[in-house]
Every structure is written in structure tokens, then in C-alpha cells.
């Protein structure tokens, strides 16, 4: 009797699946907080924010070259940070975390960071000076773009999740 080999799976394919998914579930989630954002400035009558351009300058010393391309790299710097985001919602799969635990935990992380770092870069308030309002908006945001996100991970991965490995195996296998 004839045996089937068995495939190897490859953790280098695991690491590169997750790297990508993750950044197209990152542009769907930045694609969802974009329209969120939108209706919620027709509502509220904000104005559009130029802290990601304000960040950008702390961190990365890159500014623009006058006030009025400001709001232009801000638009900029938030479709490459909430795309780029998407990559922990996929390294998070790899530590087998799914479904909307993984929502969860990538919501967490998404928000927790932005409480932390914005503060920290002088921004915006710590949470405990924020108004309530401005603290559930913001959460609301942030909530969209992470089921946005993982929506579209769930939903690209669901056809593949036979092939992919917890980040525990993938780990044992590189080490052999």
C-alpha cells in the first residue's frame, strides 16, 4: 500500500500569510474608521485632525514644509498607521488567537496605543481628562475599524485555516 506523503508546512509561509492578510485587513479596517470619522465630523461639525501629522513630526522628525500641506500628510500617515495596524491582528492569529477574541485583543491594542501614545507625545489629554463624549467617540472609531478588520481577516483566512499553524509550532519547527 501506497502512503500520501505528507506536506511539510512551512512557518516562513505562516509569518508571510499573516504579514499580508493582516495588512489587507488593516486597509479594510482604516477604509471603515475613514467613513466613520467622515459621517461622525457631518454630525459633530469637527474638523479633520492633524495629529497624525503632528505625531509623525515628534516621532520621526518629518515634517511638512509649510501649515497647509499638513492636513495632506496627516491623510497620509493615517491610511499607512491603520493599514500597517493590521499586521498585529494577523501575528495575533498566529498565536492561535480568532474570531472576535482576536477582534477583542486587536481593538485593545489598537486604542490601548493611541491612550498611551498620544499623551505621551503631548497630543492629546491623558483618558482621565478627556470629556466622556470625546472618550466614546473616539472608542466607537476604534471599535469599527477593529470588527472592520477583523471581519476581513476572519473571512479571508476561514478558507485557509486548515493550513495555518499556531505560533507555538511554528516556533518548534524552526528550532529543529
Not at 475613514?34 to 513630526?57: C, F, H, W, Y
Not at 488567537?97 to 507625545?121: D, E, N, Q
Not at 472618550?135 to 472609531?141: A, D, R
Request: aromatic share 6%; glycine share 10%; charged share 20%.
Amino acid at each position: 500500500m501506497k502512503r500520501k506523503k505528507k506536506k511539510r508546512h512551512n512557518p516562513v509561509y505562516d509569518l508571510g500569510a499573516a504579514i499580508g492578510v493582516g495588512l489587507l485587513a488593516g486597509l479594510a479596517g482604516t477604509v471603515a474608521i475613514t467613513l466613520s470619522q467622515r459621517i461622525e465630523m457631518k454630525i459633530t461639525g469637527r474638523q479633520p485632525s492633524n495629529v497624525p501629522a503632528d505625531a509623525v513630526a515628534k516621532t520621526l522628525d518629518i515634517a511638512p514644509t509649510d501649515e497647509s500641506a499638513k492636513p495632506q500628510l496627516s491623510h497620509k500617515v493615517h491610511w499607512a498607521y491603520g493599514t500597517w495596524l493590521g499586521i498585529t491582528r494577523g501575528l495575533m492569529s498566529l498565536a492561535g488567537l480568532k474570531g472576535w477574541p482576536a477582534t477583542l485583543a486587536h481593538f485593545t491594542t489598537v486604542w490601548g496605543g493611541s491612550l498611551i501614545m498620544l499623551p505621551a507625545l503631548d497630543l492629546a489629554p491623558p483618558i482621565q481628562k478627556q470629556k466622556p463624549k470625546t472618550i466614546l467617540i473616539e472608542g466607537l472609531h476604534h471599535a469599527v475599524y477593529a470588527v472592520a478588520a477583523g471581519l476581513t481577516f476572519d473571512a479571508i483566512t476561514s478558507r485557509y485555516s486548515h493550513r495555518r499553524g499556531s505560533l507555538v509550532r511554528m516556533i518548534r519547527r524552526m528550532i529543529r
